[in-house]
Nanobody, 116 residues
């Protein structure tokens, strides 16, 4: 029904920036809450940032002031601007779309690696 494709990951040095993109396609007939999650090796997947269709956002404390989530509803795309990256940010970053209260779609993930 819905396909999410992330892009923009890569290997960078501490202090550098990356911008992730997540494009949604398929049965997109509305504006859905979306977000970014990440999973580091040996750790559980955690919330990074979320954004509602209105533009309202929430951030994990660990990324506040450094990351910015945004969206382009006309393009069904969400972005994650990641500044001042730290080695602790190294993880696979996943895009999420909340279709309903009980159904969620996930992207394939994009690797972000930050070297010290």
């Amino acid at each position: 029904q819905v396909r999410l494709v992330e892009s923009g990951g890569g290997l960078v040095q501490a202090g550098e920036s990356l911008r992730l993109s997540c494009a949604a396609s398929g049965s997109i007939s509305s504006v859905y809450p979306m977000g970014w999650y990440r999973q580091a090796p040996g750790k559980q997947r955690e919330l990074v940032a979320t954004i509602r269709g209105t533009g309202s956002t929430n951030y994990a404390d660990s990324v506040k002031g450094r990351f910015t989530i945004s969206r382009d509803n006309a393009k069904n795309t969400v972005y994650l601007q990641m500044n001042s990256l730290k080695p602790a940010d190294t993880a696979v970053y996943y895009c999420r779309l909340d279709w309903s209260w009980s159904r969620v779609y996930w992207g394939q993930g994009t690797q972000v690696t930050v070297s010290s």
